[in-house]
């Protein structure tokens, strides 16, 4: 077989003089370098995309939604390159099925054979609600940024509600309309800024002339540097008050351990005279707090005057520890009282006799029980 020219223009390949079979394939195979040629990269990708998401429109919505929803129908046509019925069906199945149904009652059958443009139009009859112009400029005007919501979020929707209000005015000079959205947003954007030391700022900045543009730049940095600032606020005074603390029980601890054990005072009972924190076995013959109950926790082995728990000053009870005698000679002993009632005798421990002498309103309430005969008390 004779050689055979590559059909593409301005290309001189040739293919040498075999048979049929091994011709074709040599120019199947030049002609697959000829498309990969023409798009670049595409011989080495092959990283699948992802599928265009097709947009969905429901009924009863707003101006702006629908609005929306037109973007994103165009940016889908464009990705997908639909065109005449297909488009159409595309389009139909954007809607819920309550719309579609809707619609294709409305219309008294199929959508399939009709214009894109008509059935845009049916759609939106029955997917828009539609608003009054001044009720939606008065929701724009209400609108406020709210708690720690980014200035150009805030921004975008004043720009989505704006869309459905018409700030448009035909000029005098001209036929052309003027468009006055920019000016308005800049004002309610000012008015609605949650953080008022920013808005303060704003307000008392030096440039009164800003476009909104500028207002967006210098909102920002200011919420940038509040958020910046909280960080050195909030966990170096905690810190720092710990390491002070911390310093400081250390610094006490080594300058006790400096000391004599009998200039030490006791951690349990607050004396002098057998260490800080001595053995149980010591403190059980030398410390008068051990086995003893604290009247501010209820625990054992130390007293109020010494816990670290509540002070119980602050609670207007007098510790044990601060009224029993220096020598805690009689803490051991018992007060008996004695009444005739039914013949009996009720002894009292002394911690409850102290508490009922240091505080009048418990001693009244104590001895006028009626099984006691404060006459016989001894």
């Known amino acids: 077989m004779p050689a055979v020219q590559c059909p593409i223009d301005n290309c001189n390949y040739v293919t040498p003089d075999l048979s049929d079979a091994i011709v074709a394939a040599l120019l199947t195979a030049h002609c697959i370098n000829h498309t990969a040629a023409a798009r670049p990269g595409a011989a080495a990708q092959h990283a699948q995309v992802e599928k265009v998401k097709r947009p969905t429109i429901t009924a009863a919505g707003t101006t702006e939604e629908w609005s929306y929803f037109l973007i994103r129908w165009d940016e889908y046509v464009n990705a997908t390159a639909i065109n005449g019925q297909e488009a159409v069906v595309q389009l139909l199945e954007c809607c819920e099925d309550q719309l579609r149904k809707d619609v ?9 054979a009709k214009p894109i ?5 049916a759609i939106r009859a029955l997917a828009v609600r539609e608003e009054n112009v001044m009720v939606a400029r008065v929701t724009l005007h209400n609108m406020r940024q709210d708690r ?41 954007l000012i008015r609605g800024i949650e953080d008022q030391e920013i808005q303060l700022d704003l307000l008392g900045h030096t440039n009164q002339n800003m476009t909104l543009e500028e207002v967006f730049r210098f909102v920002e940095r200011k919420e940038a540097g509040k958020r910046s600032a909280s960080l050195f606020t909030e966990s170096p005074s905690t810190d720092a008050s710990s390491s002070y603390k911390k310093f400081n029980r250390t610094r006490i601890v080594k300058h006790d351990l400096n000391k004599p054990a009998s200039d030490v005072s006791c951690s349990y009972c607050g004396k002098t005279g057998h260490g800080r924190k001595a053995p149980a076995s010591l403190r059980k013959s030398e410390c008068p707090a051990f086995d003893k109950t604290c009247l501010s926790c209820n625990k054992l082995h130390h007293f109020a005057s010494v816990c670290r728990k509540k002070s119980p000053q602050a609670s207007g009870i007098q510790s044990h520890a ?57």
């Open 148 to 188: 720690d919501e980014p200035i150009r979020a805030f921004g975008a929707r004043l720009r989505g509600q704006a869309g459905i209000c018409k700030f448009l005015l035909d000029c005098p000079s001209c036929d052309s309309e003027v468009n006055y959205t920019e000016p308005i947003i800049q004002d309610i």
């Open 117 to 121: 443009a008509e059935v845009i139009a």
């Open 104 to 112: 294709t009652r409305v219309a008294g059958g199929s959508l399939l």
């Open 322 to 378: 601060a009224i029993q005698p220096e020598d805690n000679a009689v803490f051991n002993e018992l007060c008996s009282v004695t009444t005739y009632h039914n013949n009996s005798s009720i002894t009292l421990d002394h911690h409850q006799f102290c508490i009922s002498s240091a505080l009048p309103t418990a001693s009244k309430m104590l001895f006028s029980s009626p099984f006691l005969d404060t006459k016989a008390v001894s």
